[in-house]
């Protein structure tokens, strides 16, 4: 591992917010920025918000973005800008072309890349870190001594993180070059709260403790479970899982009640002609979601509608208005919310991260888990506090919301930054191999698979599946996977190696049912001295947050090396 970073900095690019922490290599503070432009209040992180101009520019970006899109509605000129939110999730699970995930521009229809979106808003975030570094250090730092983290949900594919780490050189984190890649960290999530749970409680934790980290965000939930080692280091006990549970689905659930109250067509009328306005009820209701405790709430809450809305309503469909009075004791101006509304509301999306949570007590079988730590702007949800100290309370010594949890990951990630090695092992999401050929076995191979291989003077058997890692296995970190490889002609003179990936235990071929090709890479064999008895060795990583690959040939001495170049999804 390069040790000539002087400094670490963690972005943690949030659905629905996003910041910045650093921390210096001798240092053991991290440092956030708490205070944000146009931020309505004290937090460590600012909305993923960007506007852009026709042209792709960047106008403003933040909850800056809001007040800039508000003052050209005002002048009549917003439809020349583009406003882009909650872009993240539309990276794992939007539309795709050929050119990958894509939203479309509302105002003139054309596909803007998701991972042009994510580049931009990255590149301000970094801009604005080392602008603070700068402001509060002597000197000058050089690129080669800054370290980048960039926290990823642990529920993302490989493919999903080969985009993100683009994204990151696009945003000018690094450049392409191989000898880059080392600065640019991709840190899971879950993993960075671990950290930062492991470093707040390390009076009440000791080695042999297991602990599960639920972090609840805007746009995921990702949960793990990791061991304390001695020394401080940690293992995961099993693989990660998590999925689309996080704050934003509550306010889907909300907008649905909403359209049924005051019809599909003016809520989005409301929203389409007055974007600002509808945020801004959105803020609002932001506040009641995040209060909301059906222990002291009372009977209603009465979630005002804006006058923008009222009058919207008014003018073309006032018998919206009559019903809700009549519904409501005479009261149009505001829609009543009942604690079993809320509940109802908050309903789809805690019954989905209770069923996650459960299904991950069930990958751990006879194994207990001593704390289960909340954490996320998410966590910090009255009603899911209680929800998951109903279902889970029992089976765990204790439930912790650390203080301020928002910030858990932005100092998970900068701390794992600094000592990587503090991750001991990780469980392997999927099964790992590549395609090799070897010689047919006529009890169990199929006569399909099979050839003549002319050198070798024998048959051979096709499209094979070798395994590296098999779904759930410990991995320490760093350790190296190293196999062997020879030709089957005399006279090649490279080497092509393809790798797949499946959720099965046990698969012998690579064309079987849910075996994916995930990458590709050819290694240079330019002496053909010593035919079929040549070697390549194939070392493989699958202990980081990506897998990394190196093979070399032994008669010549050529190497090539790839994290791997994803092909497609699995």
């Known amino acids: 591992m390069d040790k000539s970073f002087e400094v670490v900095v963690a972005i943690d690019f949030g659905t629905s917010r996003s910041g910045f922490a650093y921390k210096f290599k001798e240092s053991d503070v991290s440092v956030f920025r708490d205070l944000w432009p146009d931020n309505p209040m004290s937090y460590p992180k600012t909305a993923t918000y960007l506007l852009l101009s026709s042209t792709g520019e960047v106008e403003a970006w933040g909850y800056t973005a809001m007040k800039k899109l508000a003052q050209f509605r005002a002048q009549g000129t917003a439809k020349d800008y583009y406003f882009a939110r909650n872009f993240k999730m539309e990276l794992h699970s939007g539309k795709k072309d050929e050119s990958g995930p894509y939203v479309i521009n509302e105002n003139n229809g054309e596909k803007i890349y998701v991972i042009d979106l994510i580049a931009k808003y990255i590149r301000l975030i970094k801009d604005e870190a080392l602008k603070e570094i700068k402001n509060s250090t002597s000197g000058e730092l050089k690129d080669q001594e800054i370290r980048w983290c960039l926290s990823i949900p642990a529920i993302w594919k490989n493919e999903d993180k080969d985009l993100m780490r683009r994204a990151a050189r696009k945003a000018g984190l690094i450049t392409s070059s191989d000898d880059e890649a080392e600065r640019l960290f991709l840190v899971l999530e879950p993993e960075a709260a671990a950290i930062f749970c492991q470093e707040e409680d390390k009076n009440a934790l000791t080695p042999g403790n297991k602990i599960m980290i639920i972090d609840c965000g805007g746009g995921t939930v990702d949960i793990t479970v990791h061991k304390l080692v001695k020394d401080g280091g940690l293992d995961e006990v099993a693989p990660g899982t998590g999925g689309p549970f996080g704050s934003i689905y509550v306010d889907k659930s909300f907008q649905e009640y909403l359209t049924e109250k005051l019809s599909a067509e003016m809520v989005k009328l409301f929203h389409d002609q007055e974007p600002v306005h509808y945020l801004k009820m959105m803020e609002d209701w932001e506040r009641i979601k995040c209060n909301f405790d059906p222990e002291t709430s009372g009977d209603v809450i009465y979630f005002n509608i804006p006058t923008r809305l009222y009058n919207f309503i008014s003018k073309r469909k006032a018998k919206i208005l009559e019903q809700l009075a009549d519904e409501q004791n005479g ?115 199929l006569e399909s698979k099979k050839f003549w291989a002319e050198d070798l003077g024998r048959y051979q058997c096709d499209n094979l599946f070798k395994t590296f890692v098999t779904i759930g296995d410990s991995v320490p970190v760093n350790k190296e996977i190293v196999t062997q490889y020879t030709p089957t002609q005399a006279e090649m003179t490279n080497m092509y190696f393809s790798f797949y990936a499946t959720s099965k235990k046990e698969v012998r071929y690579i064309d079987e049912k849910g075996v994916e090709k995930i990458g590709e890479m050819t290694v240079e064999m330019p002496s053909t001295e010593g035919g079929v008895n040549r070697k390549v060795d194939l070392f493989c990583y699958f202990g980081d947050t990506e897998i990394k690959v190196k093979a070399v040939d032994r008669t010549s001495g050529s190497k090539c090396k790839t994290s791997l170049r994803f092909l497609s999804s699995y």
């Not at 101006?333 to 509301?345: Q, R, V």
């Not at 089976?395 to 001991?424: D, E, N």
């Open 331 to 445: 009261d149009d101006e505001n829609i009543h919310l009942s604690d079993s509304t809320m509940e109802n509301i908050f309903g789809p999306t805690l019954d989905g991260l209770v069923s996650t949570v459960k299904n991950q007590f069930k990958e751990l079988g006879d194994e207990e888990v001593d704390i289960i730590f909340l954490v996320g702007g998410f966590s910090t949800s009255p009603v899911l506090c209680q929800r998951i100290k109903k279902e889970f309370g029992s089976r765990v010594k204790k439930i912790v919301m650390p203080p301020r949890p928002g910030v858990a990951i932005l100092k998970g990630a900068a701390s794992f930054g600094v000592a990587p090695a503090i991750i001991r092992a990780r469980r392997s999401r999927l099964t790992y191999g590549v395609e090799v050929c070897e010689e047919f076995n006529q009890f169990i191979d």
